[in-house]
């Protein structure tokens, strides 16, 4: 299984090192993974990041961490942990993972965006891995895209810190550069 120690601190890290943390991580091939579905894993991931089995929040986290490894994202749009033996259904309200901070550096076109998600994991925004805004009855959702079709919600400190810079840039239409993409903040996907 892979290491479920979270990073060092993300202040303290440039983004080349962050890159290189992302590069080097090791995530289990869940994706080719295909047992038979075995059930409901009693689980879910309330719209707050928050894991929970059997209706009792997961309190370790290097338990969600690990489990985090193993989530996927069906075709369907249904998620699932998986392993080459089993495969369990575990529902989730919003997004998988919640993105709680934002390290960034350079400006306009040249500006890199990493985020940490509140598994710890570290995601640096660009074509791959990109930012899209969804207009809700409570204004705007800002989500990452992670990894294949599993995404985090940004959280609304982290939004507003990212309309701020683009506000500081006097960005026409609003956003952000990462990753030599630019990403709408408007809403305007």
């Given at each position: 299984?892979?290491?479920s120690?979270?990073?060092?601190?993300?202040?303290?890290?440039?983004?080349?090192?962050?890159?290189?943390?992302?590069?080097?991580?090791?995530?289990?091939p869940?994706?080719?993974?295909?047992?038979?579905?075995?059930?409901?894993?009693?689980?879910?991931?309330?719209?707050?990041?928050?894991?929970?089995?059997?209706?009792?929040?997961?309190?370790?986290?290097?338990?969600?961490?690990?489990?985090?490894?193993?989530?996927?994202r069906?075709?369907?749009?249904?998620?699932?942990?998986?392993?080459?033996?089993?495969?369990?259904?575990?529902?989730?309200?919003?997004?998988?993972?919640?993105?709680?901070?934002?390290?960034t550096?350079?400006?306009?076109?040249?500006?890199?965006?990493?985020?940490?998600?509140?598994?710890?994991?570290?995601?640096?925004?660009?074509?791959?891995?990109?930012?899209?805004i969804?207009?809700?009855?409570?204004?705007?959702?800002?989500?990452?895209?992670?990894?294949?079709?599993?995404e985090?919600?940004?959280?609304?400190?982290?939004?507003?810190?990212?309309?701020?810079?683009?506000?500081?840039?006097?960005?026409?239409?609003?956003?952000?550069?990462?990753?030599?993409?630019?990403?709408?903040?408007?809403?305007?996907?």
């Open positions: 299984m892979p290491e120690v979270p990073p060092a601190d993300l202040a303290g890290l440039s983004l080349t090192e962050i890159a290189t943390l992302v590069a080097e991580r090791k995530l289990p869940v994706e080719k993974w295909n047992p038979t579905h075995c059930g409901h894993s009693d689980m879910r991931i309330a719209s707050d990041g928050t894991w929970f089995h059997q209706g009792s929040p997961i309190g370790r986290p290097a338990m969600v961490r690990l489990f985090a490894t193993i989530l996927r069906e075709a369907d749009g249904s998620h699932v942990l998986v392993t080459p033996v089993e495969k369990l259904t575990i529902d989730v309200e919003d997004a998988a993972f919640v993105a709680v901070e934002l390290k550096e350079g400006a306009g076109k040249a500006r890199s965006m990493a985020f940490r998600l509140n598994t710890d994991e570290l995601v640096v925004a660009d074509a791959d891995h990109p930012l899209r969804v207009q809700g009855e409570d204004g705007p959702r800002p989500y990452l895209a992670v990894r294949g079709g599993l985090a919600l940004i959280a609304r400190p982290v939004y507003y810190e990212l309309i701020n810079l683009a506000i500081d840039e006097e960005a026409d239409p609003i956003g952000l550069w990462s990753g030599d993409t630019f990403f709408p903040l408007d809403g305007g996907e």
